[in-house]
């Protein structure tokens, strides 16, 4: 049994079978490698990419999706009124029970949810795979098409400088995680109200003495950008948090990635952003369409890197010690990777 909940529960060479996976399935469609397999969709936040994009992955893959609500998933609550009936729980059923009837239908759990707990849950009780859609802490399907669109875009062998300007929210979490395990140099710029705490940020020196790649933070984006490969960002208001966003805000005055901003970057940097985009806010039209401007391309690549997640994730045969063929490989492939996948993965 496997789950897709974090980054960095896996190996650089785990990371690197799905991109190399990713871009041999986009190649051949003719390869089914979720034929007759059915993946429940289940989404308590607003989603566009995330649900689209996945859901196109597991069609052209030969799978299936059907979607259920919240109410109905994730122990909605029961008909009646508690008043009338003292002593009888909220929960319409426990989760666990939910989930092991639909572990005998279904192959696969995509789940977006408000936090993380519940995709432990979710795992806890499931005895199919469940892939985090996004939570409060992580976007790990995120941090997937945007590793893949950015060695796609600059296809080098040797470490960029990534840097993410804004919120310390989970996009950028997992953003930092996939960059520094493939060795990056990632660089993040934010307010202080609206900063790492202490452990997210011994995590990533962690990460990066473990995998040679280097973690630089302040409050200050201009140094950051100056040396950029990469310039990312994203809404400083994350779902969720709409009720903060009056008090969140006025913390963000002079992290707007503008012309000013992004005309200190080198000439090559890219933009990137994994929208929803509140253009004028976090970002000007200028720069999120700005020839360098990689958005669009990260969302197509949110489908591609999916079909290498779900197929690995529901189809056994993908996580054999085969490794994908060196022709068929993605641009950021490592000759070092051994992509002996049957040990790497995630229990």
């Not at 989930?99 to 432990?120: M, P, S, Y």
């Not at 020196?205 to 302040?218: D, K, P, V, Y």
């Not at 503008?258 to 806010?281: I, T, V, W, Y």
Request: hydrophobic share 40%.
């Amino acid at each position: 049994m496997s789950n897709l909940l974090t980054i960095s529960k896996y190996p650089l060479e785990f990371l690197q079978h799905v991109l190399d996976l990713s871009a041999y399935l986009e190649k051949r469609r003719n390869v089914k490698p979720l034929d007759g397999s059915t993946i429940l969709f289940c989404f308590e936040k607003p989603s566009l990419r995330t649900k689209l994009a996945t859901e196109v992955a597991v069609n052209q893959l030969g799978g299936s999706v059907i979607h259920i609500s919240p109410e109905e998933f994730l122990g909605g609550k029961i008909l009646h009124a508690t008043e009338d009936a003292p002593g009888i729980p909220e929960e319409r059923e426990a989760l666990k029970d939910t989930v092991k009837n639909v572990a005998q239908w279904c192959d696969g759990i995509f789940a977006r949810v408000f936090k993380h707990e519940t995709l432990q849950k979710l795992a806890a009780f499931s005895d199919i795979p469940v892939v985090n859609g996004l939570c409060d802490r992580h976007h790990p399907m995120q941090a997937l098409a945007d590793l893949y669109t950015i060695h796609e875009s600059f296809r080098s062998d040797k470490p960029l400088h990534i840097t993410f300007i804004g919120d310390a929210n989970n996009v950028a979490f997992s953003l930092i995680e996939i960059g520094l395990i493939f060795g990056h140099h990632m660089q993040f710029a934010g307010p202080m109200p609206c900063y790492w705490n202490r452990e997210q940020l011994a995590h990533f020196a962690q990460l990066a003495a473990r995998h040679g790649g280097t973690f630089s933070h302040g409050t200050d984006p201009l140094p950051f950008v100056k040396q950029s490969d990469v310039v990312y960002t994203d809404a400083f208001i994350s779902m969720g948090q709409e009720h903060e966003y009056a008090q969140k805000l006025r913390h963000f005055e002079g992290y707007q990635v503008n012309e000013a901003l992004f005309g200190k970057a080198p000439d090559h940097a890219r933009f990137m952003h994994c929208l929803p985009a509140h253009r004028g806010l976090e970002v000007t039209d200028a720069v999120i369409d700005h020839p360098n401007s990689l958005v669009y391309q990260q969302a197509k690549n949110r489908m591609v890197t999916a079909k290498g997640v779900f197929a690995i994730l529901c189809n056994p045969e993908y996580r054999l010690e085969n490794p994908v063929p060196a022709t068929e490989q993605h641009p950021s492939s490592s000759s070092s990777s051994s992509f002996k996948t049957t040990q790497l993965i995630e229990s």
